[in-house]
């Protein structure tokens, strides 16, 4: 199953703290969707190489926001692992939705290469 990646009890974690929308379709371009689930259950050094998987992601930002917004605790998600995530979610405390903020960044990254390619 796409989105997230890593740890036993992931779909879990998934179906009872997510919501499932119309937005969260991203699962179905998702790098990881047909990875064994059983070489993804990883944890410590075995996570960087779960990583890679996420790399070329092109839902890489959808996966993210959605681990970072539901607190989800398990697995490596948009290419970080949940000690990434929990670092990143203790120095922006003030962050209340990180699909904004990621998808916003996103838009600033694009319009910054369309005004380089053009100009
Ligand atoms: S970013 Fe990684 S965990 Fe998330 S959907 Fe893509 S490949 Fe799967």
Redesign the pocket.
């Given at each position: 199953m796409?989105?997230?990646?890593g740890v036993e009890g992931r779909d879990d974690a998934r179906s009872r703290g997510v919501i499932m929308t119309d937005q969260q379709d991203w699962?179905v371009r998702?790098?990881?969707r047909d990875e064994d689930p059983d070489g993804l259950f990883v944890r410590g050094a075995e996570q960087r190489k779960a990583k890679l998987?996420?790399i070329a992601?092109p839902?890489?930002t959808e996966?993210?926001a959605e681990a970072l917004d539901n607190r989800v605790e398990f697995g490596?998600?948009?290419?970080m692992t949940e000690r990434e995530r929990r670092a990143l979610l203790r120095r922006r405390p003030d962050v209340t939705s990180w699909r904004e903020l990621l998808s916003a960044a996103r838009q600033d990254a694009l319009g910054e290469f369309e005004d380089e390619r053009v100009g």
């Open positions: 796409p989105g997230g990646i699962r998702a790098s990881c998987v996420c992601c839902v890489r996966c993210l490596v998600w948009g290419g």
